[in-house]
């Protein structure tokens, strides 16, 4: 096998496509979409963004130390795009991409009401890293859109058909391929 040579760079993909719900102190809502985040830890379940400095929601997480993350769907991937491309400071994301507002339990920031999954986060560590800067969270909360409960009381997120992003390039996830220690089970 031959492979190429790089320069250094990041080819973790694919990433899930979020979008990051935010609040000033003074009411000010926006939406920033984020592909860098992830799982921090279980317990205590802990979560991460990373986002540029010059984004506007960047002062809005520093100042109220707090976020929503909100899952993306195929249905939701214009948005998810408008939502990284246009700048907060020119537009109300809300309003152009017709999403709306869903009021959290424990942040200021809103949820989406659209998103299958909406994470409420408070921020613990900030992290300066270069490029980017890593807002390290506790997660306070998690909202699972009932639409996605089965019968039995199993939630069904893989119904909700979320979104990936690869590369410059949202995709939908494929099929299944196996679950967790499948590989390990008695036949």
Not at 66 to 80: K, P, R, W
Request: proline share 4%; hydrophobic share 35%.
């Amino acid at each position: 096998m031959s492979k190429q040579t790089w320069k250094p760079g990041n080819m973790i993909y694919p990433l899930p496509a979020v979008m990051v719900s935010v609040t000033d102190n003074k009411g000010n809502d926006n939406i920033i979409t984020v592909a860098w985040t992830g799982t921090v830890c279980t317990n205590p379940p802990m979560a991460y963004i990373s986002v540029r400095p010059e984004r506007y929601s960047y002062n809005m997480i520093k100042e109220t130390g707090e976020f929503v993350i909100n899952l993306t769907t195929e249905e939701l991937c214009h948005a998810t795009d408008f939502c990284g491309v246009t700048s907060g400071r020119d537009v109300d994301k809300f309003k152009e991409c017709g999403l709306h507002k869903v009021s959290a339990d424990y942040v200021k920031a809103p949820m989406i009401e659209e998103s299958p999954v909406n994470i409420e986060c408070r921020v613990r560590e900030v992290h300066e890293y270069g490029s980017h800067t890593m807002f390290v969270a506790d997660v306070l909360c998690v909202h699972a859109d009932e639409r996605y409960m089965s019968d039995t009381g199993k939630f069904e997120l893989e119904e909700a058909q979320l979104l990936t992003y690869s590369h410059g390039t949202y995709y939908g996830l494929a099929e299944s391929k196996g679950t967790f220690g499948y590989s390990i089970k008695r036949r």
